[in-house]
């Protein structure tokens, strides 16, 4: 029955708002159980009490955003009046569960202005300042290695961050992005501009600074010995992300060291240990539609199922495939059949796999915070894209005539 009831609830709005979906459930409800009416029959209204409040309740705990809207709070509350007066014991459902909402709320308000601060907070680009940076003495420059040296510390602290964008990310906002009219409903308004999708794109803007500040560690270093040591660390620490479970962190640092400014370092790399790395890039690689990724995803899931330790229970996806692997659901089967009728089995597969997150999202972090380093993962400064070639070029000299042309380009802007 919950499997149903979120099913249902998830794949609703594709169709219909929650407040007009729930105004209808109401009016459905006072309809057919005549709640409208005094005296209310109480033995029928005690039959379908529970019913009503069992959806409500799953309602609020598995979608609490959808009650940010005043309308939404009334008319719940509006139903839940009407059968009170049958059983008391529907009136201490009603404070239980409100309160429990505004509780939700408040963790997911907290959450969203966390989230404010960081992105206010982190700076974006210190390209223009890259000659200036990379001459300042060693005891004033930070750098990742001089705030945390050990590989599986700043792996646990990578998925703190990662649990707690999870955390904030609400199932909605899955099916959000696909949102339209319902071809079929020519009075429906499409209400696809009414929700946001912050906390999920907050995520996917987290994934690409970790990828930038990756590339940014290693290609900031002036000493090609230094710049070694920096990748094998990351290669370590990438490696412990995959043992924990973190697959995006891992596949943040991959992408980061494969990015051309980093990976055109070939002296330097020719000076780094690399096996692990070139294992760990088989690992996340995107043949067979990411076969073997996926086939290590399934075992930490399994692993997650069976597991007594909540350092055991961690499960992080690739996160941008996940939201791939939804897309291509959605967008690769039709809403409704032939016949008109709504699609179900479509979902049922779109509420398991998005079920499945809402499972995952919810492991408490076992490990320590450390907040230097939380600090540093969030406003520690990353290159832009120009900046790093030029710090790369700088480190190891162009080789060929297109990356002297660059170069001479960006050291042309530089000092307009």
């Known amino acids: 029955m919950k499997a149903y009831v979120f099913t249902f609830l998830l794949s609703a709005r594709l169709f219909i708002s929650p407040p007009e979906l729930l105004a209808r459930l109401c009016e459905t409800c006072i309809k057919q159980q005549h709640l409208d009416q005094s005296p209310l029959d109480t033995a029928k209204v005690r039959k379908f009490g529970p019913k009503i409040l069992q959806l409500l309740t799953e309602w609020t705990e598995t979608f609490p955003t959808d009650f940010r809207e005043e309308k939404m709070v009334g008319l719940f509350k509006d ?39 960081v992105n206010t907070s982190s700076v974006s680009s210190i390209s223009d300042k890259l000659v200036a940076f990379k001459a ?30 999870l955390s904030n990310i609400g199932p909605e906002e899955f099916v959000q992005a696909f949102v339209q009219k319902d071809p079929l409903d020519s009075s429906q308004p499409c209400f696809s501009d009414q929700k946001k999708t912050t906390n999920l794109e907050a995520y996917v803007r987290w994934f690409n600074r970790l990828c930038y500040l990756v590339a940014t560690e290693i290609c900031m270093v002036n000493d090609k010995k230094q710049r070694a040591q920096v990748i094998e660390f990351f290669i370590d620490v990438a490696r412990e992300c995959f043992n924990i479970g973190n697959f995006n962190s891992l596949m943040a640092i991959i992408s980061g060291m494969n990015m051309s400014p980093v990976s055109r370092l070939k002296k330097t790399w020719g000076k780094a240990k690399t096996a692990k790395f070139f294992i760990l890039e088989h690992q996340m690689d995107p043949t067979g539609n990411f076969y073997n990724y996926r086939t290590a995803l399934r075992g930490a899931a399994h692993r997650s199922q069976t597991a007594n330790s909540n350092r055991e229970k961690i499960v992080i996806p690739f996160f941008s495939l996940l939201i791939k692997d939804i897309y291509f659901l959605n967008e690769g089967c039709a809403n409704r059949l032939p016949n008109g009728h709504v699609h179900f089995a479509k979902f049922v597969e779109l509420a398991r796999q998005v079920g499945e997150f809402m499972t995952w999202k919810q492991i408490e972090c076992p490990f320590e915070t450390d907040r230097s380093i939380l600090h540093y993962l969030h406003t520690a400064p990353i290159f832009s894209e120009d900046g790093l070639y030029l710090a790369s070029y700088e480190s ?20 307009q």
């Open 79 to 117: 139903i839940i009046h009407r059968i009170a007066p049958c059983d008391e014991a529907y009136w201490k459902t009603l404070n239980q569960v409100l309160q429990t909402l505004n509780q939700k709320l408040a963790a997911i308000t907290q959450g969203e202005e966390s989230i404010v601060r």
């Open 136 to 165: 300042k003495p060693p005891p004033i420059q930070k750098d990742m290695l001089s705030i945390c040296h050990d590989p599986y510390t700043l792996a646990q602290q990578l998925t703190h961050v990662e649990l707690e964008h």
């Open 396 to 415: 190891e000299s162009p080789e060929n005539q297109v990356e002297k042309d660059r170069w001479k380009a960006l050291r042309y802007d530089r000092y």
